[in-house]
């Protein structure tokens, strides 16, 4: 590899702003850190509006059954309700004694 007085100067800076940055990102890494407290908290709220809109747009199809229900893939199970199960017939009373 030919390497010019320019080339190596130009990589020399480079590896100074690469080391630069790292150490940067470094030491903002610590203030990120949240706890898991903080983000089942986070997570709750968003499954919570997720489920707030999911019912609206189930709901407006009713008015308007040509509007989409937006698909939730694997999320769909934690809003979609089972289908009701009938009932079960009572049992046949006895006639009474005359």
């Known amino acids: ?13 480079g590896a100074g702003h690469a080391l630069t940055t790292e150490k940067a990102a470094q030491g903002n890494a610590a203030q990120a850190r949240v706890t898991q407290r903080e983000l089942d908290l986070g997570d709750g709220s968003v499954v919570h509006l997720v489920g707030i ?25 934690f809003f979609d309700r089972p289908a009701a199960k009938p009932s079960p017939a009572a049992p046949p009373q006895p006639a009474p004694v005359a």
């Open 53 to 77: 809109l999911y019912r609206a747009f189930r709901e407006a199809t009713a008015a308007l059954p040509t509007l989409v229900v937006p698909p939730l893939g694997d999320l769909a199970r």
């Open 1 to 13: 590899m030919h390497l010019t007085a320019d080339l190596v100067t130009a990589l020399d800076d």
